[in-house]
C-alpha cells in the first residue's frame, strides 16, 4: 500500500490541487492531467470540498444510485457462492466425500477462483462490466438449478463438485471483482465515500444473513430447495443487471457522474 498513490478526486476535494496533478500526471501525463483537473473540480461545489452533508444521499436522484449500489453490493453476498466457500466441507460430505477428498477440493476451489480473477482483470475493460456481470449471473442461475437438480436426483460425488467449481468459476470473473469495479465507479464524486460506506456495509449485512441463513434453511427446505433457492436470486439479479444498470467500461468517473 506504500506504493498506491492518494485518489486524485479525494486530493482535489480536500484542497491538494497539486498533488492530484502530480498524481494525474504520472497517469497520462500532463495535458491529460490538466484537462482532468478541471473536469473533476467541475463536480465539486467549492462549499462541499470539506466535507460530505449525510442528507444529500437522501435527494431522489442521488437516492437511486445509492439504491443500485446496495442492491448490487447485496446480490454479490445474496448470489449464494459464499455457502459454497463456508460450508464447502459439509457440501462435499454431503457428496460422500472424506476429509482429505474434502481439503483436496477446498484447494482446487481456490485455485480455480485465482485463475478466473485473473480473466476478469483480463477481460473487464474489454468487454465491460455489465456483459461480465450478465455472463456471471447466467452461468450461476443455470449451475444453481443443476446443483439443485443433482442433490435432487441423489447423484452427488464428482458431479456435486464440478458443479461447485462450475459455479466458483462463473463467481470469480463476474460478480466477486466487478461489483466492487461497479461500486467505486457509479457514486457522484461528492458524495463518494459516504456512499460506499453504505453500501460496502450493505454488502456484509448481505454476507452475514446469507452465512447465517444457509445452515436452516439447510435443514428446512433441503439441499436441493436452497440451491434452486439461490438459482432464483440469480435470475433476479440477472434481470436487475440488465434493466438497471448502465455500462460504465472506458468512461471517466465524471462521465459517468453526468
Not at 9 to 15: A, M, V
Not at 110 to 136: C, N, P, Y
Not at 247 to 256: A, M, P, Q, V, Y
Request: charged content about 15%; hydrophobic content about 50%; aromatic content about 14%.
Amino acid at each position: 500500500m506504500f506504493f498506491v498513490p492518494e485518489s486524485p478526486r479525494w486530493l482535489i476535494k480536500n484542497g491538494k490541487n497539486a498533488l492530484a496533478e502530480s498524481i494525474l500526471s504520472r497517469v497520462g501525463g500532463a495535458e491529460h492531467a490538466r484537462s482532468e483537473l478541471l473536469d473533476i473540480r467541475q463536480t465539486l461545489a467549492a462549499e462541499e470540498i470539506a466535507r460530505v452533508n449525510f442528507r444529500d444521499l437522501l435527494e431522489p436522484r442521488l437516492l437511486k444510485v445509492i439504491l443500485i449500489g446496495i442492491t448490487l453490493a447485496v446480490y454479490q453476498q445474496w448470489c449464494g457462492i459464499n455457502v459454497i466457500f463456508y460450508y464447502a466441507e459439509d457440501i462435499f460430505q454431503a457428496a460422500g466425500y472424506n476429509v482429505k477428498g474434502v481439503m483436496l477440493n477446498i484447494v482446487i476451489t481456490g485455485v480455480v477462483m485465482l485463475f478466473f480473477t485473473f480473466v476478469a482483470i483480463g477481460t473487464v475493460d474489454k468487454f465491460g462490466r455489465k456483459i461480465l456481470m450478465l455472463i456471471g449471473s447466467a452461468g450461476l442461475t443455470a449451475t444453481y438449478l443443476l446443483l439443485g437438480l443433482s442433490f435432487h436426483l441423489d447423484k452427488t460425488g464428482f458431479l456435486v463438485v464440478f458443479l461447485t467449481v462450475t459455479a466458483i468459476a462463473f463467481y470469480s470473473f463476474s460478480l466477486a471483482p466487478i461489483v466492487w469495479v461497479l461500486l467505486s465507479e457509479i457514486f457522484p464524486n461528492r458524495i463518494r465515500g459516504a456512499a460506499m460506506s453504505i453500501a460496502v456495509f450493505s454488502l456484509w449485512v448481505g454476507c452475514f444473513t446469507l452465512s447465517y441463513s444457509f445452515p436452516t434453511l439447510n435443514r428446512s427446505l433441503g439441499s436441493a430447495r436452497t440451491f434452486w433457492l439461490y438459482g432464483l436470486i440469480c435470475a433476479a439479479g440477472f434481470t436487475f443487471v440488465l434493466l438497471v444498470l448502465p455500462e460504465t467500461k472506458g468512461k471517466s468517473l465524471e462521465d459517468i457522474e453526468r
